[in-house]
């Protein structure tokens, strides 16, 4: 059974830091593109970064360069985001995102990061 379980969320002041966590199983971590999106109130799911190539490769949206790091563990299984300089229009739920090689997708429940003062 895959699971993608997100953990890490939750209430940070504007230029705070917050580092999300995503354990996987039930799928070939090593060599699955891993990535975390977001969805804020009323919009669609967005892409925020991925890591592919066994961690050797990442991407992110152009809002988040520099602020967020994508990076994994794949003794453990995990893909972590870490952000730093938060603002409230960072604030989201947070996805994380299992694409295996042969094309199957898989999804977590979502860790909710709210930035506020």
């Known amino acids: 059974q895959v699971q993608l379980v997100e953990s890490g969320g939750g209430w940070v002041q504007p230029g705070g830091s917050l580092r999300l966590s995503c354990a996987a199983s039930?799928?070939?971590?090593?060599?699955?593109?891993m990535s975390w999106y977001r969805q804020r109130p009323g919009q669609v799911r967005e892409f925020v970064a991925s890591?592919?190539?066994?961690?050797?490769?990442?991407n992110y949206e152009n809002s988040v360069k520099g602020r967020f790091t994508i990076y994994r563990d794949n003794a453990s299984n995990t893909v972590y985001l870490q952000m730093i300089s938060l603002n409230v229009k960072d604030a989201a739920v947070y996805y994380c995102?299992?694409?295996?090689?042969?094309?199957?997708?898989?999804w977590g429940q979502g860790t909710q990061v709210i930035v506020t003062s």
């Open positions: 890591s592919f190539n066994d961690g050797r490769s990442t």
């Open positions: 995102n299992g694409k295996t090689i042969s094309d199957h997708e898989y």
């Open positions: 039930g799928f070939t971590f090593s060599t699955a593109a």
